[in-house]
């Protein structure tokens, strides 16, 4: 996937990367995660439209299993269409009944 950084700018020995750009032209944005590659991951895509989220699946423990997540929630809405806000509650609810972690690092609330 392409965006206004290579993968080669974005990429750290020992790790996978778990990338989604922002697909608006308004520069910046985008999410990434990073997991080492000792560990079982694999890309995992929700059904849900918000539009700046990445997920990855870790095996563990056997036939355990966590999704991780990270998204960015703008602090305006103007970025995207109307309804994003929508679309995050969405994106959460269809995750719920799995175990997950999911962070927002825009999240006033953790200051």
């Not at 995207?80 to 690092?105: A, H, K, P």
Request: aromatic share 12%.
């Amino acid at each position: 996937m392409g965006g206004w950084i290579s993968e080669e700018e974005l990429h750290v020995d020992g790790y996978t990367t778990f990338r989604k750009d922002r697909i608006s032209d308004i520069k910046g944005g985008g999410v990434l995660i990073y997991a080492k590659d000792n560990l079982t991951v694999s890309e995992f895509k929700l059904d849900n439209e918000f539009p700046e989220q990445v997920w990855c699946k870790l095996k563990y423990d056997g036939n355990r299993e966590l999704l991780i997540g990270v998204c960015y929630r703008t602090p305006s809405e103007n970025v995207y269409e109307n309804g994003v806000y929508q679309q995050l509650r969405e994106m959460i609810q269809e995750v719920s009944n799995r175990d997950f972690i999911l962070i927002d690092f825009n999240y006033t609330g953790i200051n």
